[in-house]
Structure formats: C-alpha cells, structure tokens
C-alpha cells in the first residue's frame, strides 16, 4: 500500500520533543517503522513535514536556534533526498492587544503582548492530503493531534471513500490517567490510530551525530 506521511512539525515538538533530549529526530525511521507495525507491506514513498523558520529574536537561544533548526533540516534532506520534504508556513509577531486575565472577563480592560503566530501550516497540511489523495495515494498519515485537520479528513472521506486514513498522535505515553486524550474525532475519522510515541522509539531513531554532505559536513547541535 503506497503511503505518504504528513508531519505537523509545531505539534510534534510540543507533543514529544520540547524540553527533552530527543530533538535531533529521525522522524523518517519513526514514522515508517510505526506504519510497518500496522501493515509490513506498507510502501513509505514520501514524508512532508511542514513547519516555519524560526525567529531568532525571540527565541530563547536567538540565532543559535535558527542555526540548529537549519542544520536539521539539512540532516534530514541529506540522508532522505528522495523521500523528505519540507513545506514551510511562516511565524508572523505582531503587537496584540488582549483582555487581562481576571473572572469574570472585562472586555475593556485590556494589556499589550507580543502575540506570535503559525502561518499557512494547518491549509497548507489539508489542501496536500485532499490533493494527494485526489491523485490516487493509497494511504494518509497525519503526524498531529490538531482538530483543525478534522475537515480534510471528512472531505477526503466523501470524495475519495477508497482512501485509508491514519492518525499518529505525537504525545509522549505515559502513566496510566495522567494524560487527556488524543483528538477522538480524528481517531473516528481513521481506519487505525496511534495514540502514543514512545520514549524508548524516540530514543532509538535518532540521526547520526556527524553526518558528511558534498560540502559542509552537519553536526548535533551542542545544546540539544
């Protein structure tokens, strides 16, 4: 069964990677190891990521940030040329002005934040699923817990019923109780779902710390 996988990058860093030791991630082993686990006779022919540059100046390692995000997405497109491929959104900060933070609400009292935004990531995410399966890909992968996706899912599920769709819930497994769950109307609209990643896979599908290229070798970032 041809398969492609839609990586939500956003929610799978605050899902499973933030703030922990399994940033420099090879989320084409991951992903495709998880899909032969449903079906051996899966084909994985392409995996698009999508995300944003970061800001540097308002991240909390500023350039160091922009720098270890490029050089991952360089570790990626070098070991994956045919396979990998990003599809960029952007971040937009602007000045906002929002209700403080009081019960009840008082609409009028309001303060100035900096309010920083995802552009074009979860349209750009829908209209390639609904396009690739318009086209005739077998089978859909979302990398997401995001509901936005939701009417992407049901649009394909009218128009191409021979599609398989799939959910993969980038949330880390923990104890028992402890977690909300997954995105159930996603869940619904899959024919299988995952809802947990693993420690122990993150830790096991990690990208090699050197990795040559034609030019400038890519190394791990120190700080991740």
């Known amino acids: 069964m041809q398969t492609t996988i839609y990586i939500d990058g956003l929610n799978l860093y605050h899902g499973t990677l933030k703030g922990g030791a399994y940033k ?5 082993k991951l992903f495709t190891e998880i899909c032969h686990e449903q079906n051996p006779s899966v084909q994985v022919v392409k995996i ?5 540059p970061i800001k ?3 991240a909390s390692r500023g350039e160091q940030a922009v720098q270890a995000q ?3 997405h360089k570790a990626l497109r070098t070991l994956y040329p045919d396979r990998f491929q990003i599809i960029e959104g952007y971040f937009t900060l602007e000045e906002s002005g929002m209700p403080r933070y009081q019960t009840p609400v008082v609409k009028e009292d309001r303060v100035s934040v900096w309010r920083l935004e995802e552009k ?3 349209v750009q995410i829908a209209l390639t699923m609904y396009r690739d399966a318009c086209k005739g890909m077998e089978q859909l992968v979302l990398v997401s817990n995001d509901s ?3 009417p992407a899912f049901e649009a ?6 021979q599609v398989h769709l799939a959910s993969i819930m980038p949330r880390l497994k923990r ?4 977690d909300r769950p997954g995105n159930a109307e996603l869940a619904h609209l899959s024919n299988w779902v995952r809802h947990h990643i693993r420690e122990e896979e993150l830790q096991t599908c990690q990208l090699p710390v050197f990795i040559p290229t034609k030019k400038k070798p890519v190394y791990k970032p120190n700080y991740w």
């Open 70 to 72: 490029n050089a991952y």
């Open 148 to 150: 936005d996706i939701v």
């Open 24 to 28: 420099w991630l090879d989320v084409v």
């Open 156 to 161: 394909i599920r009218e128009d191409c019923p």
């Open 175 to 178: 104890i028992e109780g402890e």
């Open 56 to 58: 540097g100046k308002i």
């Open 120 to 122: 074009k990531t979860d």
């Open 48 to 52: 698009k990521f999508f995300t944003a």
